[in-house]
């Protein structure tokens, strides 16, 4: 850990937590959260707020902070953020990863967006509560969590198998995937700012598929030759083309782009000829964020096969990524069965289906409203996600998760860019407007 800035402002408090190397590797392998943990655990020693801490292993850590209601009996929220980052390697970088530098209204390094911007606010919301003895409505659970990078294994699949106790009562969770602010125009040119929400979230079904042949020797052709097998049902698989199909979330993101913009986008049939093409074509700036939204994939990612040049290995295998979309995996299953053929079987790796939380919620109410009284040009939209996050686990204790970790432009156009790539960074005015709108969020009636 490099040396923490001055101050506990939310900047200082982003930037020190970048300082903290909880980088995740594959397998298991990670710096670790501890550290970064006793950190934020110094920051609240004051605060009247209990706080549990659970290691699910060596030096990964967990830590829960329960600040209750004043009306205990309405739901309550989980808000939650996860303090590992994606590697970075410094030879790509024009900067020291870790630094946590302060300059030019950013702040640098690895975790600057994803999501160490918004663990700051969490923080700063929690003093600011402490200091002027405010409490929200609702009990809020502000949970720092491990291991979202891979796959919350020692994070919050962990805690909610082992602790669901811990989230008592809870309804709604608050965490990454959406809230960035996206400047464009409506159908009078006037500005306005698009927020979207994750309300959905596609699948994810990670695929080993196995081709068992005979083993024999390499002079000899057969048949059901394992590699042959495995090569066809790969390149069944890659050329297939998936239905469009437009989910709940990505209906009401149409209906209300199509009404700021003045457009019939709902009108535009998306099984056409390039129609998902055309759609995303006049949604401008948003397209990024949906291009993923409105059909499943899979894509081959790996394959293994074979020993030597003169031997017929018995068998072949591949992998395969396959996202699905919210009630769509049935369907998608059976038809991956057809690509397969007979001689192909298939078997999850890892296995979370897609989500979809409703939209007729308080809490997403309180989310759009407290965004237009922030910002009076704000359009907050529901959007499905083409990855995944820990709202999945967190799903299986019931809770319906919404994306949304604010974020807006800086001064001069300063944007947050490079989360899961280099020269990470965020704009201080960012941390400030995450800062803002997440207190007046969480004091949601
Ligand atoms: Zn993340």
Known sequence: ???????TDVVSLCSNLIRFDTTNY???RAQGEAACVDYIESLLCDAPFPRIRLESAPSRSNLIVTVTGTRPELPALVCQGHLDVV?????????????GEISDGYVYGRGAVDM??????????????????VRPTHTTYFAFVADEETDGAFG?????????????????ALGESGGMQIPWRDAQSNPVNFYPIATGERGTAHLRITAQGTAGHGSRPRNDNAVVQIARAVTRIADHRWPARVTRSMRAFIDAVGAVRGEDLAAIDLNS???????????????DVVDRAFRPSSVPTMLRAGYKVNVIPERADAMVDVRTLPGG????MTCLDTLLGPRVRREFIAHEPALESPLDTPFFQAVCSTLRDIDPLAVPVPFCTGGGSDAKAFSHLGIHSYGFAPSCLGAHGRKAQGAHGVDERVPTDSLHFSQRVLDRLLLWE
């Open 116 to 133: 160490k911007d918004f663990v700051a606010a969490m923080i700063a919301v929690l003093r600011s509560w402490a200091a002027n003895g």
């Open 26 to 28: 594959e397998h298991g």
């Open 329 to 332: 995996e049935d369907a998608m």
């Open 1 to 7: 850990m490099r040396g923490l800035s001055e101050g």
């Open 156 to 172: 919050a699949a962990w805690l909610v198998r082992n602790h669901p106790e811990l989230f008592r009562g809870a309804r709604f």
């Open 273 to 287: 000829q390039g129609g998902v093409e055309r759609l995303l074509d006049r949604l401008g700036p948003l397209a």
């Open 87 to 99: 590697p970075a390697d410094p030879e790509l970088w024009s900067f020291d990863p870790f630094s």
